[in-house]
C-alpha cells in the first residue's frame, strides 16, 4: 500500500473538517431563514386578521348572517392578499361568500392561523391562510446556492491547503535531502537550519546537536583506536627486533634466556594494555556490570593500604591510612571498588617523591587518595580521566598508558558516581569517589 504523507493527510483533515463546518453552517443558516420566513407570514396572517375584527366592529351593528357575508366580501374586495378568509360557526357552517380563494395546488403549502369573533350575536372563528410559495422560493434559491457554494469553497480551501501544508513542510524536505548524504565520512556537515524560530528550526538545531556529539564521539572512537595501534605497535616492535637479533647468529644459551626474557616482559606489557583495552571496549558497550552490595569502606583502605606498605616504604613514602571512627558503608562492587582504589594509590605513588606523604581515607560514603607529590598542572587536569592521557609525558615519568584514571571513571559511572579530581603543580593532588550509602 502507498503511504500516504503528511501534506495529503492534513490536507485531507483539513477538508473534512472544512466541510463538517460548512454543512453545519449552511444547516444553521438555513433553518434560520425558513424560521424567519415563516414568522414573517405569521405576522401577516395575525394582521389580516385583525384587520377583518377592526372593520367588523367598525360596520357597527350587524344584525344577520348574511350582513355578516356582505361585510365579509367587502372586507375581501378591498384588502385583497391571495389567501384564503374563511368564517365558521360553532357548529363549523361556512359563511359566506367564499373568500376569493387561490387554486390550492398540490404540493403548495398554506400557514393558516385562526381568531375568534363576536358578531351578530354568535361567536365564529376567523381562519386566515396564505401560501408560502415566496418562502419555499427564497429558501430553495439559498439551498442551490448552498448546494454549488460548499463544493466550491471546499475545492478552493483544499487546494489553498494543500499548497500551505507544502509549503509548510518544504523545510521538511530539504532537512531530509541533506540528512540522506550525511554519513560517518562527512559527520562535520550540518542541516540547514530555517531561521523561522518554530519547531522546523528547533528540529534542525537538534538534529545538528546529535550530529555534533556523533562526531565528537566518532572523533574519540577514532582517536582512542589510533592510540591504541600506536600502543601496541611499540611492544611488538621490541618483540620483534629482540628475535630477530637474537636471530641473527648462533648464541650462548644465557643470551636467549635474556632475549626471551626481554619478549615476556613486552608480552606481559602488551597483555595488561590489551586487558585494559578491553575493559573501556566493555564500558562502552555499556557490558559493564557491577554487582552492588554493602562494602565497609573502612576495611577496604586498611586492605589496599597495606597492599602497597612494601612499596611505599621502598619509594621511602608515607603511606596511610585514615578510616571513619564510625562504620563507613556503601553500596558497590567490592573488587571493582578495590581495582579503583589500587589505579588511584598506584598514581599517588608514581607521581610523589622520597618524603612526601600519600593518605587514603574513608569519610562517609566519600573515597579519598590524597598526596604530597608533584601535582598536575592547571592545563592538564581537566584532561586526566581522558584515554591515552598522560600530563606528564614530556617529563617521561610514569611510564602508564594513560589509561588508568579512564578505567577507574568507568568503574565509578558504572556506580553511578564520579571521580573529581583536585591539584596543581607542586601542592600535591587529591581524587575523591563519593559513593552511595
Ligand atoms: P597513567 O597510566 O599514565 O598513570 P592515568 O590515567 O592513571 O594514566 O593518569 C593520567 C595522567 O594523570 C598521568 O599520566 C599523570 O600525568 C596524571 N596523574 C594521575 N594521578 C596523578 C597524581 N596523583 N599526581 C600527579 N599526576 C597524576
Known amino acids: 500500500m502507498r503511504r500516504v504523507s503528511i501534506r495529503q493527510r492534513l490536507t485531507a483533515w483539513y477538508a473534512a473538517a472544512l466541510l463538517l463546518a460548512l454543512l453545519l453552517f449552511g444547516g444553521a443558516m438555513s433553518v434560520a431563514l425558513e424560521r424567519r420566513l415563516v414568522a414573517g407570514v405569521t405576522a401577516r396572517l395575525t394582521l389580516r386578521l385583525q384587520g377583518l375584527a377592526s372593520a367588523l366592529e367598525a360596520e357597527g351593528e350587524i344584525h344577520d348572517r348574511a350582513q355578516l357575508a356582505t361585510e365579509l366580501?367587502?372586507?375581501?374586495?378591498?384588502?385583497?392578499?391571495?389567501?384564503?378568509?374563511?368564517?365558521?360557526?360553532?357548529?363549523?357552517?361556512?359563511?359566506?361568500?367564499?373568500?376569493?380563494?387561490?387554486?390550492?395546488?398540490?404540493?403548495r403549502k398554506f400557514l393558516t392561523a385562526t381568531r375568534t369573533l363576536r358578531c351578530a350575536g354568535e361567536t365564529f372563528t376567523a381562519i386566515a391562510?396564505?401560501?408560502?410559495?415566496?418562502?419555499?422560493?427564497?429558501?430553495?434559491?439559498?439551498?442551490?446556492?448552498?448546494?454549488?457554494?460548499?463544493?466550491?469553497?471546499?475545492?478552493?480551501?483544499?487546494?489553498?491547503?494543500y499548497w500551505l501544508s507544502s509549503r509548510a513542510l518544504k523545510p521538511v524536505d530539504e532537512i531530509t535531502s541533506v540528512a540522506r548524504t550525511i554519513g560517518v565520512r562527512n559527520l562535520s556537515q550540518r542541516i540547514p537550519t530555517p531561521a523561522t524560530g518554530d519547531e522546523l528550526q528547533r528540529m534542525a538545531e537538534t538534529w545538528n546537536a546529535v550530529l555534533e556529539r556523533?562526531?565528537?564521539?566518532?572523533?574519540?572512537?577514532?582517536?582512542?583506536?589510533?592510540?591504541?595501534?600506536?600502543?601496541?605497535?611499540?611492544?611488538?616492535?621490541?618483540?620483534?627486533?629482540?628475535?630477530?637479533?637474537?636471530?641473527?647468529?648462533?648464541?650462548?644459551?644465557?643470551?636467549?634466556?635474556?632475549?626471551?626474557?626481554?619478549?615476556?616482559?613486552?608480552?606481559?606489557?602488551?597483555?595488561?594494555?590489551?586487558?585494559s583495552l578491553l575493559h573501556l571496549a566493555r564500558a562502552d558497550a555499556g557490558g559493564l556490570t557491577v554487582t552492588l552490595s554493602a562494602v565497609d569502606l573502612n576495611?577496604?583502605?586498611?586492605?589496599?593500604?597495606?597492599?602497597?606498605?612494601?612499596?611505599?616504604?621502598?619509594?621511602?613514602?608515607?603511606?596511610?591510612?585514615?578510616?571513619?571512627?564510625?562504620?563507613?558503608?556503601?553500596?558497590?562492587?567490592?573488587?571493582?571498588?578495590?581495582?579503583?582504589?589500587?589505579?588511584?594509590?598506584?598514581?599517588?605513588?608514581?607521581?610523589?617523591?622520597?618524603?612526601?606523604?600519600?593518605?587514603?581515607?574513608?569519610?562517609?560514603?566519600?573515597?579519598?587518595?590524597?598526596?604530597?607529590?608533584?601535582?598536575?598542572?592547571?592545563?592538564?587536569?581537566?584532561?586526566?580521566?581522558?584515554?591515552?592521557?598522560?600530563?606528564?609525558?614530556?617529563?617521561?615519568?610514569?611510564?602508564?598508558?594513560?589509561?588508568?584514571?579512564?578505567?577507574?571513571?568507568?568503574i565509578a559511572e558504572a556506580h553511578g558516581a564520579r571521580i573529581t579530581a583536585e591539584s596543581g603543580t607542586g601542592v600535591g593532588s587529591r581524587f575523591s569517589l563519593a559513593l552511595r550509602s
Open 73 to 107: 366580501s367587502e372586507f375581501l374586495r378591498d384588502n385583497p392578499d391571495g389567501g384564503q378568509l374563511e368564517l365558521r360557526d360553532m357548529a363549523g357552517g361556512s359563511i359566506g361568500p367564499a373568500a376569493p380563494l387561490a387554486p390550492v395546488q398540490r404540493g
Open 299 to 410: 576495611s577496604l583502605v586498611k586492605e589496599v593500604v597495606e597492599q602497597h606498605a612494601a612499596v611505599a616504604e621502598a619509594q621511602g613514602i608515607e603511606l596511610q591510612a585514615r578510616t571513619d571512627a564510625h562504620a563507613a558503608m556503601a553500596q558497590a562492587d567490592a573488587e571493582a571498588l578495590r581495582r579503583v582504589l589500587l589505579i588511584l594509590v598506584d598514581n599517588a605513588l608514581k607521581h610523589t617523591p622520597a618524603g612526601g606523604r600519600v593518605t587514603v581515607s574513608a569519610e562517609g560514603t566519600v573515597l579519598t587518595v590524597e598526596d604530597t607529590g608533584a601535582g598536575i598542572p592547571a592545563a592538564s587536569l581537566p584532561h586526566v580521566f581522558e584515554r591515552f592521557y598522560r600530563a606528564d609525558e614530556a617529563r617521561g615519568a610514569g611510564g602508564g598508558f594513560g589509561l588508568g584514571l579512564a578505567i577507574a571513571q568507568s
Open 214 to 275: 556523533l562526531e565528537a564521539a566518532v572523533q574519540r572512537i577514532r582517536q582512542f583506536t589510533s592510540d591504541a595501534s600506536h600502543e601496541l605497535r611499540t611492544p611488538l616492535t621490541l618483540i620483534r627486533a629482540t628475535a630477530d637479533l637474537a636471530l641473527r647468529r648462533e648464541r650462548e644459551p644465557q643470551e636467549y634466556r635474556e632475549s626471551l626474557r626481554q619478549i615476556a616482559h613486552e608480552a606481559e606489557h602488551m597483555t595488561a594494555l590489551t586487558e
Open 129 to 161: 391562510s396564505l401560501p408560502l410559495d415566496e418562502a419555499s422560493v427564497i429558501l430553495a434559491d439559498f439551498r442551490g446556492l448552498l448546494l454549488w457554494m460548499i463544493p466550491a469553497v471546499l475545492a478552493v480551501a483544499t487546494v489553498g491547503g
